[in-house]
């Protein structure tokens, strides 16, 4: 006995029509006696022969189909196909009663074989068939026989349905047959497609892909669903995957950290905990932001600091960025000269910033642009970078997005540049986190 499971074929049948009695060939007593013509009519091409529906009666076989008399049932319909000189629909019917059977008694193969025969009896609309054909495509992908699923959704195509309406399941036979390669390639289509014509990839699409990158070890590719998650469908969880693998890819450079928990701790705040903004602190006060660090000390430490070697370090951090935030409140205008003097423009892009993290935009904005227009020597596309996501923070979306779209660079200030963009350009609302494929 099959135990494959039947995907709402029962309902299919009931669209069709299945449960419905078929027409008798034939005349009333009354007129049994009467001479036959000289030439006999030509039958009705939608009607079956007396014999044949005493057999298959339909309130005969709903009732032994209730009692689960599977093999009266069979008996019946055996005994009317055997009679000699069957019509097209005579056939068709004794399809539609075997079908009926199978699905009762659990018969999938006996049902695909009838369905199969049904649909090529050339007696269904062309709408009634492709219902079929998409029935025995799903049957066969909730089978898990894959392979047979494949070549149904593509007859389903070629019989004239909308390629959409099965593209899903087809997509997903190629990934659970473990043909990855072929899976990859689909969605990869799907998202091209979706992406050119200006609409959002499916949730569903993108965590197919994501989970094509898990199956095949691809780093790349799952880093690359992930930020298309993130872009589409953003939520605090893609934003810390997608944050924290960055920094493990190939090539990426360290110098870029303080800059990935800063955009971590905007886009993802419900995921960082205490040693991230330990973290944060840490090299804030390396690069001179004292404020900056006083603020990430004060989220992940709001009460008192833990015991032992790890708080007394902590203590150390904390104590410097207190001092640091104090003294560039009352001093931070005093470096400006300094800076301005300087023939290299980062010691004036690195106070703007400080002005940032103080809340003062415009004037931090302001010192930032200076020092790139005067030019820094090293790593200067970095310095646009932090330009361009100070722009952000200060709520000049237009601005900070066309500067960011020129920056490139494969150690992460090319990855930042985009998230920034994603982050700016993030929907209103968000749905949850999908399953992965099943």
């Not at 691809?218 to 872009?231: M, P, R, V």
């Not at 001093?331 to 290299?344: L, R, W």
């Not at 982050?423 to 609302?429: D, E, G, K, V």
Request: charged residues 25%.
């Amino acid at each position: 006995m099959s135990h494959f499971r039947l995907v709402r074929t029962s309902l299919l049948l009931a669209t069709l029509g299945l449960n419905v009695a078929p027409a008798i060939l034939g005349m009333s007593a009354a007129h049994a006696a009467d001479p036959a013509p000289a030439k006999p009519a030509e039958p009705p091409k939608n009607a079956v022969r007396p014999e044949i529906f005493k057999l298959i009666e339909p309130a005969k076989i709903k009732e032994l189909m209730a009692a689960k008399d599977y093999t009266e049932v069979k008996s019946r319909i055996d005994q009317a196909a055997a009679l000699p000189n069957l019509t097209p629909y005579e056939s068709f019917v004794m399809d539609q009663m075997r079908s009926q059977l199978a699905q009762g008694s659990g018969d999938t193969p006996q049902l695909i074989k009838s369905l199969t025969a049904m649909i090529d009896s050339g007696q269904l609309p062309p709408d009634q068939k492709l219902n079929l054909v998409a029935a025995i495509a799903n049957i066969y992908y909730s089978a898990k026989d894959f392979d047979n699923a494949i070549i149904w959704f593509n007859r389903y195509a070629t019989e004239g349905g909308d390629p959409a309406v099965m593209r899903a399941q087809l997509v997903r036979c190629y990934f659970f047959k473990n043909d990855f390669a072929t899976a990859k390639t689909e969605v990869m289509k799907d998202v091209a497609t979706a992406e050119t014509s200006g609409k959002s990839p499916t949730l569903d699409e993108l965590s197919l892909l994501g989970n094509i990158g898990i199956k095949t070890k691809d780093t790349g590719l799952y880093l690359q669903a992930i930020e298309l998650l993130t872009k589409y469908y953003p939520t605090e969880a893609y934003w810390q995957d997608l944050l924290n693998r960055t920094r493990g890819k190939n090539g990426y450079s360290p110098r870029f950290d303080l800059d990935v928990v800063r955009l971590k701790a905007l886009a993802a705040p419900s995921k960082m905990e205490p040693e991230d903004y330990a973290e944060l602190a840490e090299i804030a006060l390396l690069g001179g932001f004292y404020t900056e660090a006083k603020v990430a000390m004060d989220k992940g430490y709001p009460g008192a600091l833990p015991g032992g070697k790890d708080g007394a370090q902590l203590k150390v951090i904390r104590d410097k960025a207190i001092k640091g935030a104090a003294d560039d409140a009352k001093n931070i205008s005093s470096g400006e000269a300094p800076a301005a003097k300087s023939a290299d423009g980062i010691g004036q892009v690195n106070l703007g910033y400080a002005y940032i993290t103080m809340g003062q935009y415009d004037k931090g904005i302001e010192l930032m642009k200076a020092g790139i227009a005067k030019g820094v020597k090293k790593n200067p596309e970095d310095a646009k970078l932090r330009l361009g996501y100070a722009l952000a923070i200060a709520g000049k979306k237009d601005e900070s997005i066309a500067l960011l779209k020129t920056i490139q660079g494969a150690d992460g200030r090319g990855d930042l540049a985009r998230y920034w963009i994603i982050y700016q350009n993030a929907p209103a609302a968000v749905p949850a986190t999908p399953a992965a494929a099943k």
